[in-house]
């Protein structure tokens, strides 16, 4: 723990080093526990985040076919003015 995380150098790659800014490390007491074998429970519903994918690519396939087929329609349109 540092008295200003925010002022932690970045060296890329997810990895920070101490810095003036951040301050020394506090080193105390544990601040948190592991817990063997325990699994992370997460907020996400993933049936209905797939779900929602889905319905997203299919409403994506729908708008491209529609800007093709219009762009069918005005070629067409170019075409016999011609």
Same mark, same amino acid.
């Given at each position: 723990?540092?008295?200003?995380?925010? /002022?932690? %150098?970045?060296? /890329?790659?997810?990895?920070?080093? %101490?810095?003036?800014?951040?301050?020394?490390?506090? !080193? /105390?007491?544990?601040? /948190?526990?592991?817990? !063997?074998?325990?699994?992370?429970?997460?907020? *996400?519903?993933?049936? %209905? %985040?797939?779900? @929602?994918?889905? *319905?997203?690519?299919?409403?994506? !396939? #729908? #708008?491209?076919? *529609?800007?093709?087929?219009?762009? @069918? $329609? $005005?070629?067409?349109? *170019?075409? $016999?003015?011609?």
């Amino acid at each position: 723990m540092f008295k200003n995380p925010e /002022g932690l %150098e970045a060296l /890329g790659g997810n990895l920070y080093k %101490e810095s003036a800014n951040s301050g020394a490390a506090i !080193q /105390g007491k544990v601040m /948190g526990k592991i817990n !063997q074998g325990a699994i992370e429970m997460s907020n *996400v519903d993933l049936s %209905e %985040e797939f779900t @929602e994918m889905i *319905v997203t690519t299919r409403a994506f !396939q #729908a #708008a491209s076919k *529609v800007i093709t087929t219009s762009d @069918e $329609l $005005l070629q067409e349109i *170019v075409n $016999l003015k011609r």
